[in-house]
């Protein structure tokens, strides 16, 4: 099993965060190795929680992985945990956890647990999940920066 563990102080409202890592859809846009996510289901279970189900893709070169996955979102507990349900892993838990610090910083935590099912497949993919999964803090602080610097000048010019 491998298990990867990280926390970053990012300079968004935890609100931002959250919803761009709901966005599933748009992660080949930014995501290292992530080729193609095709929604499956979306629906709302109660308020305040979502539920995606996807096929997501990853890879590098000629090699691929595809699996199936659940992302639970829960607004009230500020967390996200992804749960594959298919594919070439025997398991894969990934839990984001937003903690604001004020109303324009978060504290961001990620954690990711899996394992997969063959070895032979382990050997060659675990070099792209590691490293797929090592740099996804900077991807999304990234694509934070792009799509929500505007915001952050707006609101430091209107505190002035």
Request: glycine letters at 4%.
């Amino acid at each position: 099993m491998t298990s990867i563990q990280t926390t970053k102080f990012v300079g968004y409202p935890w609100s931002d965060l959250f919803n761009l890592v709901l966005d599933v859809k748009s992660y080949p846009e930014f995501v290292p190795r992530c080729r193609k996510v095709r929604l499956l289901s979306h629906r709302i279970t109660e308020p305040g929680v979502t539920i995606i189900v996807s096929r997501m893709t990853v890879g590098f070169s000629a090699f691929e992985v595809s699996y199936a996955n659940r992302t639970t979102a829960d607004t009230v507990g500020r967390q996200i945990s992804i749960e594959a349900l298919d594919g070439p892993l025997r398991f894969l838990n990934a839990v984001w956890r937003f903690e604001p610090r004020d109303e324009d910083h978060t504290q961001l935590h990620f954690s990711v647990d899996y394992e997969f099912s063959n070895p032979v497949l382990a050997a060659v993919a675990s070099r792209v999940f590691g490293a797929m999964f090592g740099e996804i803090l900077n991807a999304f602080e990234r694509r934070a920066a792009q799509l929500f610097s505007y915001r952050s000048a707006s609101a430091a010019h209107r505190r002035r």
